[in-house]
């Protein structure tokens, strides 16, 4: 019985696989129970009833996924109500849909080539077109992409053919359960400098921002969708906006939902679900009236609305009470005829409304200067096409308005200003600056007579036990009072089979580390130091107990140590992970740090240097951190390892300025070049690392663009740019937090700050990572993005012992 069965469901599958055709034939229509399915399958066409809903409609939809979401809709204005119908073409190439009681509900415009044998069919995109049957020209009589739903898929542009005069414009559906054109809509502007407006009914609720040759300017995160291609043509012949993924196995979708918003989605296939990961408005500033002419919104500032410099509240009570939608006024009327007017640079905005500006591809930005200087009422001008180094330009007439701000993207705006308007001390905002600065200054000086003070005093009674250890000499130990277990060689030697290569994990700083199994199947690492050492027993045994006591989830855990004679070991938990670089630097593996993970690592290395630093009993800078340093549990927590060996190797003070071992951790400036390290160089490490983690780069990596060396520089010059969101690893695909990536690079430029002094503390970056991304200070130009020599040079030159290049460093050496 039962192989019949199964015989019988095979030839029916067999059958249902023959029907599926992708053509409809004036002699062959579509029967209510049929489906059209695309050539390779991707889209399926056929009548639908959204839920709870008497209406039936053509609509089109994804084969491959479970959900039937409706892309596009024949005859949303004209549903067959309580019917089923059928959808033929007629021997003049009109689709129609006809009801049961033959009633013609819904038809297609008149062929607009002549069609004697015409047939219509789902095409590989999802098109649905009408043609001469055979034709392969693409010389369509009809085409379902020129009459857009709500939906924008691969294929589909949004936009205005010039010669055809059609306008493909996106209508939300009036609700959930109604196709029926609702009143949010979404169509391209032609005007001025062509940009995408959002509207309910006629009042404009969005609008994109003009495209600036890589993207859109209203959208600055973009450029960080990996997965796609985004494309804007302006030319003779149509105005569009379209996309494309990269990878076909993606399916992704932009739509005008029917509650106001666009958004965009991608098919989660494992969780059976679309992602909305971005959607458009946002916030307060995506109102394009918010803060009226000459306002510049800010979505993390409060108020959000400011004035642009040389300008002032139009109507200071109604701003008062945070209402900015009548905007600013000039302070100083323009001077033209003088030709005195100059330009103030906004920078990280986007454009304002461009209905009204010129364009003109073929100028430089110098020569778009001039011109806006030469007109009279042009008010701002900017660059057309920011890609390759900026080109073309555009102008501005009158009134400039929706100017939001956006951190670490966006572009240069040039508003022209009397020359009264443009003298920076004039503003209020310019003389706290200076009010503040002088203070800094002020602070700074104070500071460094203090430490120069205590340098001084401490000096004698510092003790340096090694490189890489600092504290002070009260915290010795005798000894004697070790909770740290000894263990015996031969059992340490037996567990990594007697320094087989097999047991080799890797060469450490100080030498090779091996992997053992204790006879408690308790996996360890042993570190075998090199005999070179010149410390005493007693010596290296105080400090082992020291290390042992420092004690954090972020670091390595000391388990023992192993002495016979010449031979000395250091035995770790064993970290089955092994090290970050061999994850991040990694094509395949770095595939496997999602986001999250990296910004666990991220803080989990902060907390593990701010104990270092601040919270253990002693101060220990660690001097070598780099990705190789850092291990990851099974979980992949990170741990900070390596830090306090220096010691075996130390001898006095000068020593540690010449024996240490040059080029492999990133060092700061001030160490590379004067040998001089503090918390502060630990920082710099700090903070080219999280740089690695974000971007998955070496420091020294090479990089396609010639003028930068490193991943400092290169990730300064993404920065000022605006386009920071580059810098993320690709690996980590089209979708992350784009506020806590910026938020990471910017913490990340905070800490490789070319002076000691502007880098913040690693109690502060803790707090950082946890904050605002505008509450963190705006980074200067770090060390070295100018400079190749310091990374190469071997120093030797030794510790200064001037007091302002030492005020750092005096913090550290004092006892807790
Ligand atoms: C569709 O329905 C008709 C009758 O209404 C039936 O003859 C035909 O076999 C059905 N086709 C499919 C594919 O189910
Ligand atoms: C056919 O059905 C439509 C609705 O589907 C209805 O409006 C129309 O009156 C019907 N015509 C006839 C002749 O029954
Ligand atoms: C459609 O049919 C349902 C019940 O079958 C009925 O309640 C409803 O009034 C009908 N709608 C129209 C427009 O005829
Ligand atoms: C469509 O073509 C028919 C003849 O085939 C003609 O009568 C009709 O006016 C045309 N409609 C339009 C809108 O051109
Ligand atoms: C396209 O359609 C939109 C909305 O319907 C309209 O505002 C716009 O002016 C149209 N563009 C052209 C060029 O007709
Ligand atoms: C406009 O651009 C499109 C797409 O790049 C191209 O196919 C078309 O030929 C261009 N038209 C003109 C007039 O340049
Ligand atoms: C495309 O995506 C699929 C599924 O995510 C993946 O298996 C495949 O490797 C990707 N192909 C390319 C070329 O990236
Ligand atoms: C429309 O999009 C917004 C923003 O993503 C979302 O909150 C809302 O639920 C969506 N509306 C519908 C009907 O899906
Ligand atoms: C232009 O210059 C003339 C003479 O230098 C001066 O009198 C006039 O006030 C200036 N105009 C403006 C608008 O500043
Ligand atoms: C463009 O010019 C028109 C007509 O002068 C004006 O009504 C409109 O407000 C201007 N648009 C912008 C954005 O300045
Ligand atoms: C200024 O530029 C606008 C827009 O391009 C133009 O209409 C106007 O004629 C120009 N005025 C002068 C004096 O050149
Ligand atoms: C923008 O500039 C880039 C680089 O110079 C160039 O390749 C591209 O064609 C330009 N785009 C337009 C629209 O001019």
């Given at each position: 019985m039962?192989?019949?069965?199964?015989?019988?469901?095979?030839?029916?599958l067999?059958?249902?696989f023959s029907?599926a055709?992708d053509?409809?034939?004036?002699?062959n229509?579509?029967?209510?129970?049929e489906?059209?399915?695309?050539?390779?399958?991707?889209?399926?066409l056929?009548?639908f009833?959204?839920p709870n809903?008497?209406?039936?409609y053509?609509?089109?939809?994804?084969?491959?996924?479970?959900?039937?979401?409706i892309?596009?809709?024949?005859?949303r204005?004209?549903?067959?109500v309580?019917?089923t119908?059928?959808?033929?073409v007629?021997?003049?190439g009109?689709?129609?849909?006809t009801?049961q009681n033959?009633?013609?509900?819904?038809t297609?415009?008149n062929s607009?080539v002549?069609?004697?044998s015409p047939?219509?069919?789902?095409l590989?995109?999802g098109?649905?077109?009408?043609?001469q049957?055979?034709d392969?020209s693409?010389?369509?009589?009809?085409?379902g992409?020129?009459y857009?739903?709500d939906?924008?898929i691969p294929?589909?542009k949004l936009g205005v053919?010039?010669?055809?005069?059609?306008?493909r414009?996106?209508?939300?559906w009036?609700?959930e359960?109604?196709?029926?054109?609702g009143p949010?809509?979404?169509f391209m502007?032609?005007?001025?400098d062509?940009?995408?407006?959002?509207?309910r009914?006629s009042?404009?609720?969005w609008?994109?921002?003009?495209w600036d040759?890589?993207?859109?300017?209203?959208?600055?995160?973009?450029?960080t969708?990996?997965g796609?291609q985004?494309n804007?043509v302006?030319?003779?012949?149509e105005?569009v906006?379209?996309?494309s993924?990269?990878?076909r196995s993606?399916?992704?979708?932009?739509?005008?939902n029917s509650?106001?918003f666009?958004q965009r989605?991608?098919?989660?296939p494992?969780?059976?679900?679309?992602?909305?990961?971005?959607?458009?408005?946002?916030?307060?500033c995506?109102?394009?009236?918010?803060?009226?002419p000459?306002?510049?919104?800010?979505?993390n500032?409060?108020?959000?609305?400011?004035?642009?410099?040389?300008?002032?509240?139009?109507n200071?009570?109604?701003?008062?009470?945070?209402?900015?939608?009548?905007?600013c006024?000039?302070r100083?009327?323009?001077d033209?005829k003088?030709?005195?007017?100059?330009f103030?640079?906004v920078?990280?905005v986007?454009?304002p409304?461009?209905d009204n500006?010129?364009v003109?591809?073929?100028?430089?930005?110098d020569?778009c200067r001039r011109l806006c200087l030469?007109n009279?009422?042009?008010?701002?001008?900017?660059?057309?096409?920011?890609?390759?180094?900026?080109?073309?330009?555009i102008?501005?007439?009158g009134?400039?308005f929706?100017?939001r701000?956006?951190v670490?993207?966006?572009?240069?705006?040039y508003?022209r200003?009397?020359?009264a308007?443009?003298?920076?001390?004039?503003g209020k905002?310019q003389s706290t600056i200076v009010?503040?600065?002088?203070?800094l200054?002020?602070?700074?000086?104070?500071?460094?007579?203090?430490?120069?003070?205590?340098?001084?005093?401490?000096?004698?009674?510092?003790?340096?036990?090694g490189?890489?250890t600092s504290?002070?000499?009260?915290?010795?130990?005798?000894?004697g009072?070790?909770?740290l277990p000894?263990f015996?060689?031969?059992t340490?030697a037996?567990s990594?089979?007697y320094?087989?290569?097999e047991?080799k994990?890797g060469?450490?700083?100080?030498g090779?580390v091996?992997?053992?199994t204790?006879e408690?199947n308790?996996?360890?690492?042993?570190?075998?130091?090199?005999?070179t050492?010149i410390?005493?027993?007693?010596?290296?045994?105080?400090?082992?107990?020291l290390?042992?006591?420092?004690q954090?989830?972020n670091?390595?855990r000391?388990l023992g140590c192993?002495?016979?004679?010449?031979?000395?070991?250091?035995?770790?938990?064993y970290?089955?992970n092994?090290s970050?670089?061999?994850?991040?630097?990694?094509?395949?593996?770095?595939?496997?740090l999602d986001?999250?993970?990296?910004h666990?690592?991220?803080v989990g290395i902060?907390?593990?240097?701010?104990y270092?630093h601040?919270d253990?009993?002693?101060?220990?800078?660690?001097?070598d951190?780099?990705?190789?340093n850092?291990?990851?549990d099974e979980?992949?927590n990170?741990?900070i390892?390596?830090?306090g060996m220096?010691r075996i190797?130390?001898g006095d003070?000068t020593?540690f300025?010449?024996?240490k071992?040059?080029g492999?951790g990133y060092?700061?400036p001030?160490y590379?070049?004067?040998?001089?390290f503090s918390v502060?160089?630990?920082?710099?490490s700090?903070?080219?690392?999280?740089?690695?983690?974000?971007s998955?780069k070496?420091?020294?990596?090479?990089?396609a663009?010639p003028?930068?060396i490193?991943?400092?520089?290169h990730?300064?010059?993404?920065?000022?740019?605006?386009?920071?969101l580059q810098?993320?690893?690709?690996s980590m695909?089209?979708s992350?937090?784009?506020?806590?990536?910026?938020?990471?690079?910017?913490?990340?430029l905070?800490c490789?700050q070319?002076?000691?002094?502007?880098?913040?503390?690693?109690?502060?970056v803790?707090?950082m990572?946890?904050s605002?991304?505008?509450?963190?200070p705006q980074?200067?130009?770090?060390?070295?993005?100018?400079?190749r020599?310091?990374f190469?040079?071997?120093?030797?030159?030794?510790n200064q012992?001037?007091c302002?290049?030492n005020e750092i460093s005096?913090?550290?050496?004092?006892?807790?």
């Amino acid at each position: 019985m039962e192989p019949i069965v199964l015989l019988l469901f095979l030839l029916l599958l067999l059958l249902s696989f023959s029907t599926a055709r992708d053509t409809i034939t004036p002699s062959n229509p579509l029967a209510d129970n049929e489906t059209l399915v695309s050539a390779t399958g991707t889209f399926a066409l056929g009548f639908f009833n959204p839920p709870n809903s008497d209406n039936r409609y053509i609509g089109l939809w994804y084969n491959q996924i479970s959900d039937h979401t409706i892309l596009w809709v024949a005859n949303r204005a004209s549903p067959l109500v309580n019917s089923t119908g059928v959808l033929s073409v007629t021997k003049d190439g009109r689709l129609t849909i006809t009801s049961q009681n033959s009633t013609v509900v819904w038809t297609s415009p008149n062929s607009t080539v002549e069609l004697t044998s015409p047939i219509a069919q789902l095409l590989e995109n999802g098109n649905l077109v009408v043609m001469q049957d055979g034709d392969t020209s693409g010389n369509y009589g009809w085409q379902g992409f020129n009459y857009l739903t709500d939906t924008l898929i691969p294929g589909m542009k949004l936009g205005v053919d010039l010669t055809t005069g059609i306008n493909r414009t996106l209508v939300a559906w009036a609700s959930e359960n109604d196709p029926s054109p609702g009143p949010y809509h979404g169509f391209m502007d032609i005007r001025g400098d062509p940009d995408i407006y959002f509207c309910r009914d006629s009042t404009p609720i969005w609008r994109s921002g003009a495209w600036d040759g890589t993207h859109l300017s209203g959208i600055p995160d973009m450029s960080t969708y990996r997965g796609f291609q985004f494309n804007f043509v302006n030319n003779a012949s149509e105005v569009v906006y379209f996309y494309s993924v990269i990878n076909r196995s993606y399916i992704s979708r932009l739509l005008v939902n029917s509650t106001g918003f666009a958004q965009r989605a991608l098919w989660l296939p494992d969780a059976n679900q679309w992602n909305f990961f971005w959607n458009a408005p946002k916030d307060l500033c995506d109102d394009i009236g918010q803060c009226g002419p000459y306002g510049l919104c800010d979505a993390n500032d409060s108020p959000l609305c400011s004035c642009l410099q040389g300008f002032d509240p139009k109507n200071p009570s109604n701003w008062n009470l945070r209402d900015g939608h009548d905007g600013c006024k000039r302070r100083t009327p323009l001077d033209c005829k003088n030709g005195t007017d100059g330009f103030v640079t906004v920078s990280n905005v986007k454009l304002p409304q461009s209905d009204n500006c010129t364009v003109d591809m073929n100028l430089n930005l110098d020569q778009c200067r001039r011109l806006c200087l030469g007109n009279c009422s042009c008010t701002a001008y900017a660059s057309a096409n920011v890609s390759g180094g900026g080109s073309g330009c555009i102008i501005w007439i009158g009134n400039l308005f929706d100017i939001r701000n956006f951190v670490g993207s966006g572009q240069d705006l040039y508003v022209r200003l009397a020359a009264a308007d443009l003298d920076v001390s004039s503003g209020k905002t310019q003389s706290t600056i200076v009010a503040v600065a002088v203070s800094l200054v002020a602070a700074a000086l104070l500071l460094t007579c203090v430490g120069c003070f205590l340098w001084r005093r401490k000096k004698k009674r510092r003790v340096l036990l090694g490189a890489m250890t600092s504290f002070n000499e009260k915290s010795n130990h005798e000894p004697g009072d070790l909770d740290l277990p000894i263990f015996d060689f031969a059992t340490i030697a037996a567990s990594i089979d007697y320094f087989s290569d097999e047991n080799k994990l890797g060469e450490g700083g100080f030498g090779p580390v091996y992997k053992g199994t204790l006879e408690d199947n308790q996996e360890i690492a042993v570190k075998r130091l090199a005999k070179t050492s010149i410390q005493g027993l007693e010596e290296f045994k105080n400090e082992i107990v020291l290390i042992a006591k420092l004690q954090h989830r972020n670091l390595v855990r000391l388990l023992g140590c192993c002495i016979q004679g010449e031979e000395r070991m250091l035995i770790y938990e064993y970290m089955p992970n092994r090290s970050l670089d061999a994850f991040l630097f990694e094509k395949e593996r770095a595939a496997l740090l999602d986001w999250k993970m990296r910004h666990q690592i991220i803080v989990g290395i902060a907390r593990g240097l701010l104990y270092l630093h601040q919270d253990s009993r002693f101060r220990i800078i660690h001097r070598d951190l780099k990705a190789s340093n850092i291990l990851l549990d099974e979980d992949m927590n990170p741990k900070i390892s390596d830090f306090g060996m220096a010691r075996i190797f130390g001898g006095d003070e000068t020593d540690f300025n010449t024996r240490k071992v040059v080029g492999t951790g990133y060092m700061s400036p001030e160490y590379a070049m004067d040998g001089i390290f503090s918390v502060k160089s630990d920082v710099f490490s700090f903070g080219v690392l999280v740089l690695e983690i974000i971007s998955g780069k070496k420091n020294r990596g090479v990089y396609a663009i010639p003028p930068h060396i490193n991943l400092v520089a290169h990730a300064w010059s993404l920065w000022k740019e605006g386009k920071s969101l580059q810098l993320v690893d690709e690996s980590m695909g089209y979708s992350f937090p784009t506020n806590e990536a910026l938020r990471c690079i910017k913490l990340g430029l905070l800490c490789v700050q070319e002076h000691p002094e502007d880098r913040p503390l690693m109690s502060s970056v803790v707090l950082m990572l946890g904050s605002d991304l505008a509450s963190l200070p705006q980074p200067k130009q770090p060390g070295f993005a100018a400079r190749r020599g310091p990374f190469e040079v071997d120093t030797s030159s030794s510790n200064q012992d001037s007091c302002t290049l030492n005020e750092i460093s005096v913090s550290m050496f004092q006892p807790r």
